[in-house]
Each structure stands twice: as structure tokens, then as C-alpha cells.
């Protein structure tokens, strides 16, 4: 079994290495702990761990993109609910004050 860095599971998994980092950062994912190799701590990351990873990172809410969709989603409801009342309402018809011509 080959152990991964996390440089390469963000690339494998086309993830930015920062992102990843981050998220592990934030507590939004569980990552294998940190070992020293060479005076420099890093994860190795197994096949269970990976596939882990890959159950947790559709449950992630990635900030702006998924504001984006909530606010997308709201404007969406906004709109069908107000074309459902106008469509039930009938136009209320003024009446002309000048008298007609014949």
C-alpha cells in the first residue's frame, strides 16, 4: 500500500493543495496525523484515508460557491411565487372618464 502527501491527494483528487490544507485546518475534514520526515512534518495519507476523504467533501459547504447557489435558489422561489399571484389575481381594468366619440 502506498502512502500519498497532501500535495498529491489534492491533485488527485483536483483539489488546490491549499484548499485541502485549509479544510484541515478548519476541522471540516479528519486527516491522518502529522509525521516528521527529514525535519518536516507532513501527512501520508493511505487508500482508506483517501477514500474517506472522498465520502466527506460533498458534505463540505465550500463557502462562496454555495452561498451562491442558496442566494440563486431564493431568487429562483421568489420569482415563482410572485408570477403564482400575479397569475391569480386578474388585472384590474380603469375606467375611462371621457365620454366616447361616435
Known amino acids: 500500500m502506498k502512502n500519498l502527501s497532501t500535495h498529491q491527494v489534492a491533485k488527485q483528487l483536483g483539489l488546490d493543495a491549499a484548499t485541502l490544507s485549509r479544510y484541515i485546518k478548519a476541522g471540516k475534514i479528519t486527516a491522518p496525523p502529522e509525521t516528521m520526515a527529514g525535519g518536516i512534518k507532513l501527512r501520508l495519507w493511505s487508500e482508506s484515508d483517501i477514500e474517506q476523504l472522498r465520502k466527506e467533501l460533498p458534505k463540505i459547504a ?21 408570477t403564482k399571484t400575479q397569475a391569480r389575481t ?9 365620454p366616447k366619440k361616435k
Request: proline share 3%; aromatic share 4%.
Open 90 to 98: 386578474p388585472a384590474v381594468q380603469k375606467k375611462s372618464r371621457k
Open 62 to 82: 465550500n463557502g462562496r460557491k454555495t452561498r451562491y447557489k442558496k442566494k440563486q435558489s431564493a431568487v429562483s422561489g421568489h420569482q415563482l411565487a410572485k
